[in-house]
């Protein structure tokens, strides 16, 4: 699944190719993909003739910001959009085309078809689900060692799985979570209200600076996922831990585990982190 660096490359790249365009029409092929409206063909008109002015990102959320409606639209497992011409063959698990009045598509492709598109009128988007519910921005002035501090004060969950809910700070998934908590040497397994004071400055930093070098290098590019131009993101080189089960730990040589938090596949170094 995408996580921030990897949507925030997207949102880059298809920002470079799609912005400015007017769309003339739009095809939804598999409905469910479509959660607001709970009309595909009411969907379809409230994207008729607009221009999108802008693609934003929200945690793991990219928002097609048009002249009078947003589209928040999450890729989740395999979702990926790619800018065609109308006369190119229609790739298999193509479900929603985007016509534009220039004559290219912008297609959104999903395997899994887990991907959700849902259109609010502009500026209310915040307001309502998906979105409403979303933590903090981790590169935002407001997330601070102690928001973590005051979130994590209340939950009895394991580290792991309180960086992964979104609810305190967007934009981790399964990998950057794993790759944060080895910079910080905690234990995914931890308690995170046991956490010291020390840790968690020390978290926030590691939080910050993975998601940002992630960023710089165009994000990982695990199984499936290729950015907007069909690039793969540099940071999978630079993983710490994630996918290197049984692989020497950069920092000692120990070779790094692999378990299982909170239902999620989880990487560590047994020597490092504590
Ligand atoms: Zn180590």
């Not at 920002?15 to 959660?35: C, M, Q, Y």
């Not at 006369?87 to 479900?95: A, M």
């Not at 887990?114 to 009128?121: K, L, R």
């Not at 792991?160 to 979104?166: E, F, H, I, R, T």
Request: charged fraction near 25%; charge should be negative.
């Amino acid at each position: 699944m995408p996580e921030l660096p990897e949507v925030e490359t997207v949102k880059r790249t298809l920002s470079e190719l799609v912005v400015g365009k007017t769309i003339s029409s739009v095809t939804v092929k598999w409905a469910n993909i479509i959660k607001e409206p709970d009309d595909t063909k009411q969907f379809e008109m409230l994207l008729l003739n607009q221009t999108i002015r802008e693609i934003r990102r929200r945690g793991k959320f990219l928002l097609f910001e048009c002249d009078d409606v947003v589209m928040v639209s999450h890729l989740r497992m395999e979702g990926r959009y790619g800018l065609y011409k109308k006369d190119e063959e229609l790739t298999p698990h193509t479900h929603v085309i985007f016509h534009f009045t220039d004559g290219d598509e912008l297609r959104y492709q999903d395997v899994r078809k887990f991907g959700t598109m849902h259109i609010f009128p502009k500026g209310s988007e915040e307001g309502g689900l998906p979105l409403a519910q979303l933590g903090m921005e981790p590169f935002s002035e407001q997330f601070t060692a102690e928001v973590l501090q005051a979130a994590f004060s209340k939950t009895n969950r394991k580290i792991k799985v309180a960086l992964l809910d979104q609810k305190t700070v967007v934009g981790l998934g399964n990998i950057y979570v794993d790759e944060a908590l080895f910079r910080a040497r905690i234990h995914p397994e931890r308690l995170a209200q046991a956490l010291s004071e020390e840790e968690l400055i020390v978290l926030h930093h590691a939080i910050v600076t993975t998601l940002q070098e992630a960023v710089d290098l165009g994000g990982s590019s695990i199984k499936s996922y290729v950015n907007g131009q069909g690039e793969m993101g540099l940071f999978q080189q630079k993983l710490d831990v994630y996918g290197r089960k049984n692989e020497p730990c950069r920092q000692c040589g120990t070779e790094i585990v692999k378990i299982v938090v909170g239902g999620r596949g989880t990487h560590y170094c047994p020597n490092c982190q504590i």
